[in-house]
C-alpha cells in the first residue's frame, strides 16, 4: 500500500481551513485507494471538498470534487514541476464565506506547501 503523506491544515482564508495531503501512485486503483484512506477519517470524509489530480504514466487525471477549476490548478502546478506518478488532494472545509478567485490562490498555496515538502520546485 502507498504511503499517504498527510500535512494537515495549512492554511485558513475567512473561516475556510485547506488541508493537503499526497502520495506516489501508478493507476487509477492506486489514486482510489489513496482517496479512500484519507476519506477512512471523518474530519476528511466530511470536508466540503477533497479536490485532487495525477500524473501516471499514462496521462494525467483530475477531478474538481465540487471545487471548479481547482483539479487543473493542482495538475498544471505537477506539471511544472515535472512531479510524475503522484497525486495531491487539497481538501477544504467551507468556512461560510464565498472566496471568489482567492479560491485557486489557496489551492496554489496549498499544493507549492506540498511540492516544497517533497522537495520539488514549482
Same mark, same amino acid.
Given at each position: #500500500? =502507498?504511503?499517504?503523506?498527510?500535512?494537515?491544515?495549512?492554511? =485558513?482564508?475567512?473561516?475556510?481551513?485547506?488541508?493537503?495531503?499526497?502520495?506516489?501512485? @501508478?493507476?487509477?486503483?492506486?489514486?482510489? @485507494?489513496?482517496?479512500?484512506?484519507?476519506?477512512?477519517?471523518? =474530519?476528511?470524509?466530511?470536508?466540503?471538498?477533497?479536490?485532487?489530480?495525477?500524473?501516471?504514466?499514462?496521462?494525467?487525471?483530475?477531478?474538481?470534487?465540487?471545487?471548479?477549476?481547482?483539479?487543473?490548478?493542482?495538475?498544471?502546478? #505537477?506539471?511544472?514541476?515535472?512531479?510524475?506518478?503522484?497525486?495531491?488532494?487539497?481538501?477544504?472545509?467551507?468556512?461560510?464565506?464565498?472566496?471568489?478567485?482567492?479560491?485557486?490562490?489557496?489551492?496554489?498555496?496549498?499544493?507549492?506547501?506540498?511540492?516544497?515538502? #517533497?522537495?520539488?520546485?514549482?
Amino acid at each position: #500500500m =502507498t504511503t499517504v503523506v498527510r500535512l494537515g491544515v495549512i492554511l =485558513t482564508d475567512r473561516g475556510s481551513k485547506y488541508a493537503v495531503s499526497g502520495a506516489s501512485v @501508478a493507476s487509477r486503483a492506486e489514486i482510489d @485507494a489513496v482517496l479512500n484512506e484519507l476519506k477512512s477519517d471523518k =474530519t476528511y470524509a466530511k470536508a466540503t471538498h477533497n479536490t485532487w489530480a495525477a500524473t501516471l504514466p499514462t496521462g494525467a487525471l483530475k477531478a474538481d470534487d465540487g471545487e471548479g477549476g481547482a483539479g487543473m490548478v493542482i495538475l498544471r502546478m #505537477m506539471q511544472r514541476a515535472g512531479l510524475e506518478s503522484h497525486v495531491i488532494i487539497v481538501t477544504r472545509w467551507y468556512g461560510g464565506k464565498k472566496l471568489g478567485g482567492d479560491r485557486f490562490r489557496r489551492v496554489q498555496d496549498a499544493t507549492r506547501t506540498y511540492l516544497d515538502q #517533497m522537495d520539488v520546485a514549482p
